[in-house]
Nanobody, 112 residues
Framework: QVQLVESGGGLVQPGGSLRLSCAASGFTFSSYAMYWYRQAPGKERELVAVIGSPSGITRYADSVKGRFTISRDNAKNMVYLQMNSLKPEDTAVYYC?????WGQGTQVTVSS
């Protein structure tokens, strides 16, 4: 069965960095686009970034362009989200998605 397991969240000060990871299994990972979403308290879930495969083409929400980088390792069935210059408004639960499948999420809190 499909499994998506996120990790790497935590508490970080404004301006800091975090790297999220998503371990995928149960499908042909290298054949599909992968997505990162986030949901802040009281807000709707929003798309943060997407990476295609095998093209590797990426797209970002305007709010994270130039600060976040999505990448993937098809040999390891992993997708990553490198987050730099973090802001308090980046605080959210971050989710990995493939097709209609979601991970359990990982909490990112940006606060001094």
């Amino acid at each position: 069965q499909v499994q998506l397991v996120e990790s790497g969240g935590g508490l970080v000060q404004p301006g800091g960095s975090l790297r999220l990871s998503c371990a995928a299994s149960g499908f042909t990972f290298s054949s599909y686009a992968m997505y990162w979403y986030r949901q802040a308290p009281g807000k709707e879930r929003e798309l943060v970034a997407v990476i295609g495969s095998p093209s590797g083409i990426t797209r970002y929400a305007d709010s994270v362009k130039g600060r976040f980088t999505i990448s993937r390792d098809n040999a390891k069935n992993m997708v990553y989200l490198q987050m730099n210059s973090l802001k308090p408004e980046d605080t959210a639960v971050y989710y990995c998605r493939y097709s209609n499948y979601w991970g359990q999420g990982t909490q990112v809190t940006v606060s001094s």
